[in-house]
């Protein structure tokens, strides 16, 4: 694909890289830490995400934090819990939400749209073409009747008051199944969000921009295509955004994975999907036949989400980093306070793989509208 190099992280005073502690995180292909053995990089790890949790709740909270169900889809059970359950149920449910995040910074306040999916452009990744295929088509109406849309972007946004030109950044853990040309626009198309520019890691961008086979499944064809360079910010270490708000690095699920960290109200939440749900990053606690025997039997103290396993070290360091950074739950503190882009949720079709503890849709603060007086005194 023709694309030209988009600008780098550094174009934006907001986004500023958190240098001292990228080297202790995990970063693919990267060996320049001081660790000599896996288990040393393990808690070297760890102590940089305690370092990095003190430093941000030591700071100031985002103003606002919403996430809203989008789209539920199945998802076989053997990529979200790998071999970790015996239960034979093929596929469970994962619920896609749009995380709305507005901090101050020292331009105003600033919107952050995460997870935006655009549900037409995600039916078009090949994995979930096949799977819709067979029943017709995701939009087809037996896909319409199963699986009906649970939220949609702009709507949500038109009921908070918050205008489209006001979204100032998108961002996504990664870009399996996105499809940004409905929000950035194209050449000869403009997008949903005139202002807003997409935040993503060099490796994430460079994987949909020409994927290998073992990656193409998973990336819309076209999801990227023609989108101005203009609108991309690329990300070559783990930033801070304004007040209260950090995307980390955490690769592993794919190669130029990272994690939204917003604090709020309850603490730190961290985003990805590296792991599935609560149970994927607490399976000694879980209540999903076989994990707790998989975590016992094997010591790993969580369970992947393996659909590509780009690199599965990685991902394994990567998720002990989310859980440790963002802390136990104060709603159930056997779990972690981590709410996962792709959360597994109880469903029928799903026997027997109910999640033990899950978050649902969560609030907080009051959204920051164009007319609102916060919002106004800082423009
Ligand atoms: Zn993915």
Do not use: C
């Not at 969580?302 to 989310?322: A, P, W």
């Not at 899950?358 to 005194?377: D, E, I, K, Q, Y």
Request: proline fraction near 9%; aromatic fraction near 8%.
């Amino acid at each position: 694909m023709d694309t030209p190099t988009p600008a780098r992280e550094s174009v934006d005073p907001v986004i500023r890289p958190i240098l001292d502690l990228d080297g202790a995180l995990p970063v693919a292909f990267d060996r320049s830490f001081d660790a000599p053995t896996p288990a040393d990089r393990l808690r070297q790890v760890k102590r940089a995400a305690h370092a990095l949790r003190e430093r941000l709740l030591s700071g100031p909270r985002v103003r606002y934090y919403g996430t809203f169900d989008l789209i539920r889809a199945p998802y076989p059970t053997r990529y979200a819990l790998r071999d970790a359950t015996w239960v034979p149920t093929p596929f469970v449910h994962i619920v896609n939400r749009l995380f709305v995040i507005q901090f101050n910074t020292p331009e105003g306040v600033k919107t952050l749209l995460a997870e935006p999916l655009d549900r037409e452009g995600n039916a078009q990744t090949p994995f979930f073409k096949r799977l819709g295929d067979s029943l017709g088509g995701a939009d087809g109406p037996l896909g319409r009747r199963l699986y009906p849309p649970l939220g949609d972007v702009l709507a949500l946004l038109r009921a908070l008051g918050i205008a489209p030109e006001d979204v100032a950044y998108i961002t996504y853990d990664h870009l399996h199944t996105q499809d940004i040309r409905k929000w950035l626009g194209t050449g000869d198309r403009p997008g949903a969000f005139p202002n807003a520019k997409l935040l993503v890691m060099r490796e994430e961008w460079d994987i949909a921009r020409d994927p290998l086979p073992i990656q193409r499944d998973w990336y819309p064809p076209q999801g990227i295509a023609g989108v101005p360079a203009e609108r991309v910010i690329l990300l070559d270490h783990s930033v801070t955004l304004g007040d209260g708000v950090a995307l980390v690095r955490t690769p592993g699920h794919t190669d130029g994975n990272h994690s939204i960290v917003a604090h709020t109200a309850e603490g730190l939440f961290v985003t990805s999907e590296n792991g599935v749900g609560a149970d994927a990053y607490a399976p000694t606690k879980s209540r999903i036949p076989g994990l707790r025997r998989y975590a016992k039997d094997t010591g790993m103290e969580v369970v992947l989400n393996g659909n590509t396993l780009e690199g599965s070290t990685e991902q394994y360091l990567s998720m002990i980093l989310e859980r440790e950074l963002a802390g136990a739950s104060v709603r159930n503190p056997d779990f972690y306070n981590i709410a996962n882009s792709s959360e597994m949720s109880a469903d029928w079709r799903s026997p027997g793989l109910d999640p033990t503890f899950t978050f649902g849709p969560l609030a907080f603060g009051t959204p920051v509208t164009r007319g609102g007086v916060a919002h106004g005194a800082a423009r």
